[in-house]
């Protein structure tokens, strides 16, 4: 992991097109294409990381879509974004994740600790056939993106949910949703609260930028991890969290879009704020998107139950 708006193999979407709309808000699909395809190593910032196992509410978003604009090839099939359950059939993630696809991309929901590792083993026994690949690690689901995504530079809207069916998600893992802030709830902790709050950051996006004889490389992806970060600053829909090392924090990076930002806010794991995006190399700094916010809570009250 490391830090942002990063989406992980999206195709037809350059780095400086979405550039336009955000810092970066790049896709685990287009960090593919733009830097290799990801292994199925760690993600998330490669210091001060661990495997996150245990938090099976965090999940991948995986699609398929046409690649080449030519029916007689396969159609893409990647893990793309990160996001998160909050509840039995609704899936968090980010707008630009969900966003600018060709006309025949379908979205999967996947609750795998391992979704590039799934995909590599299904690709094997189903070659060329991109709907069972991806229905081998995830269920799909239908998108809905906040409809006044991309917004301005107040808001961006940049929120979107994954609607699944409860009963295929509940057949294949065992998870509990993540609890949702109450409104206003960043604001009532202030600038000190919020300093000594834990943070946690979560997703399966690469690790931060490798210096090499080709330039920068970000190695990884595909696992679901975990880090701590820590509160840098706050205004009516952002929260910044710090990424740097020497303060103990990991962070986030590309393919992280969507994924959670953890509180722990009087004894309970709170989801506080979703990736966005960040600087490029990911070292320094995860620009989050509060869900405490009256847009985001907006948007999510048609989807899933609030405090």
């Known amino acids: 992991m490391t830090s942002h708006s990063f989406v992980s193999h999206r195709p037809g979407s350059s780095r400086s097109a979405r550039a336009t709309r955000r810092t970066l808000t790049l896709t685990a699909a287009t960090a593919a294409v733009l830097l290799g395809a990801a292994t199925a190593a ?3 910032n490669s210091y001060n990381a661990t495997a996150a196992p ?8 995986v699609a ?5 604009d ?4 396969a159609d893409r099939v990647a893990w793309v974004c990160s996001g998160t359950m909050v509840d039995a059939d609704t899936f968090l993630t980010a707008a630009h994740c969900t966003s600018d696809w060709p006309d ?6 996947s609750l795998e600790q391992n979704v590039q590792a799934g995909l ?6 189903f070659p060329d056939r991109p709907a069972d690949i991806a229905r081998s690690v995830g269920v799909e689901g239908v998108a809905h993106s906040d409809p006044e995504y991309p917004g301005n530079s107040a808001d961006s809207h940049d929120i979107a949910v994954i609607e699944v069916a409860a009963t295929e998600m509940a057949e294949r893992w065992s998870f509990s949703p993540a609890a949702l802030p109450s409104a206003g709830e960043l604001d009532r902790l202030g600038p000190r609260g919020l300093d000594a709050t834990p943070f946690v950051v979560a997703g399966y996006g690469t690790q931060e930028a490798q210096r090499g004889p080709g330039g920068h490389t970000h190695p990884g992806g595909g696992v679901r991890m975990k ?5 840098n600053a706050l205004n009516k829909t952002w929260v ?5 090392a020497p303060q103990g924090n990991g962070g986030a990076c590309y393919g992280d879009s969507g994924g959670p930002n953890f509180a722990t806010i009087d004894g309970v794991r709170t989801l506080v704020s979703t990736t966005i995006t960040g600087d490029s190399p990911c070292y320094a700094t995860n620009v989050t998107y509060r869900l405490d916010a009256p847009g985001a809570r907006k948007f999510l009250s048609p989807f899933v139950a609030l405090p």
């Open 64 to 68: 398929t879509w046409d690649n080449d």
């Open 227 to 231: 880090a701590p970060v820590s509160f």
């Open 70 to 73: 030519d029916p007689a090839t």
């Open 104 to 109: 025949n991309v379908r979205f999967y929901v």
């Open 42 to 44: 760690s993600g998330i």
């Open 54 to 61: 245990e938090r099976t509410e965090v999940g991948a978003l």
């Open 240 to 244: 910044r969290l710090a990424m740097t």
């Open 120 to 125: 590599d083993e299904a690709a094997d026994r």
